[in-house]
């Protein structure tokens, strides 16, 4: 581990020097490059570097402590002795922590598909929470929200809502949303009174660059159709809504949430390479279908990951036995908790597996 740490640690003193080198200065692309590599690198820098004056004080005070002292300054030296010890082994952890194998889309932009499933008008309405829930939890995250495409029902619910997360470390966060989120309520429509369990599917993917996912002209076909729902006059009268559908895969990308034409193409493009990328993941995934799967993380989206009983005020994550008993505030997006709760776990399972 330590050769580890000083191999990284003198990457990135490397890569503070080129920073300054002028010729990287006038490179846009490289500079931004060696940025980012620096700050990816930084958390774990400076860990060790806290980490090589901690053992350099531990080792410093044993020395002391061998020498003739009086009690008083004996028992200092042993509390200080205690102390660093103690910050050592955190700083182990820590740095065991970092140094685990980081997804390469943890700092992507997000496309997430929101379904309902089960339950008809219910399992809309649902959805519509939950799309109210993550654009919540988005702004206090400082993340912005792009709406893709949306079909709605009658009552307002969401019988599919698409729409981009942007900010750095969003896949990192929202990729444990992704799976059926179940729903224990007395719908609106229930004139009885009675309980209903639906369920809405959620699918977190990172965003695909056109350099990691290459559609070509001639493998789509491009749709164009009026409008459908809100958005105006040009409803139904101007053909700006599209289709995009990807001829090897047959997999298929709308977009009609702008006006312009060339804004919804390219919208439906970006969901499109997305969805392709998602698919040769789970392929790859499917692979190594016999290993045992993480509990956390998977992206199974017909696996059931979370409860929220409203008459218990109860919000159960299957995945790691975790309840809280705070639903409106979970609801109004406050999923931190959860989500720290679902990273500390997939970090604990990494580290017992020795990765």
Known sequence: MLDRLQSLADRYEKLSELLCDPDVASDSKKLRDYSKEQSDLQPAFEAYTEYKNVMEELDAAKLMQGEKLDDEMREMVKMEIDDLSRRQIELEEKIRILLLPKDPNDDKNVIVEIRGAAGGDEAALFASDLYRMYTRYADTQGWRIELMDANTNDLGGFKEVIFMINGRGAYSKMKYESGAHRVQRIPTT?????????????????????????????????????????????????????????????????????????????????????????????????????????????????????TYNFPQSRVTDHRIGLTLHRLDSVMNGEIEEIISALSIAEQAELLEKGE
């Open 190 to 306: 229930e004139s009885g009174g009675r309980i209903h369990t639906s369920t809405s599917t959620v699918a977190v993917m990172p965003e695909a660059e056109e350099v990691d996912i290459e559609i070509l002209d001639k493998d789509i076909r491009v749709d164009t159709f009026c409008s459908s729902g809100a958005g105006g006059q040009s409803v139904n009268t101007t053909k700006s809504a599209v289709r995009v559908t990807h001829i090897p895969t047959g997999i298929v990308a709308t977009c009609q949430d702008g006006k312009s034409q060339n804004s919804n193409k390219e919208k439906a493009l970006q969901v499109l390479r997305a969805r392709i990328s998602d698919m040769m993941r789970q392929e790859e995934e499917a692979k190594y279908a016999g290993e045992r799967k993480s509990k956390v993380g998977t992206g199974d989206r017909s696996e059931r990951i979370r």
